[in-house]
């Protein structure tokens, strides 16, 4: 089972790093799990309930504005990435 990184392309907002980092809860998870050859998961996210509850900036240590819809949406879907690659 690989947790390998989830790549985020938005720069922060104030320093215009690829540096943010952020608290995001994901609630009522549903995965579709298949069994593959030699004991390989194919995992996939079905739907996931994901919240940002924080973010700033790893660079700078700004928090971008929590009103930044663009933003928490794409925090929001890296992480149901990630949690997708879990099986990989």
Request: hydrophobic share 45%.
């Amino acid at each position: 089972m690989s947790t390998g990184d989830a790549w985020l392309d938005l720069p922060c907002p104030a320093c215009g790093e690829y540096a943010l980092e952020a608290d995001v809860v994901l609630r009522d998870v549903s995965l579709q799990v298949r069994p593959g050859p030699a004991g390989h998961l194919d995992v996939m996210v079905a739907s996931a309930d994901a919240h940002l509850a924080a973010a700033a900036c790893h660079a700078c240590g700004e928090e971008p504005d929590p009103g930044q819809e663009q933003i928490a949406e794409a925090l929001e879907d890296a992480a149901e990435a990630w949690l997708g690659g879990l099986g990989d």
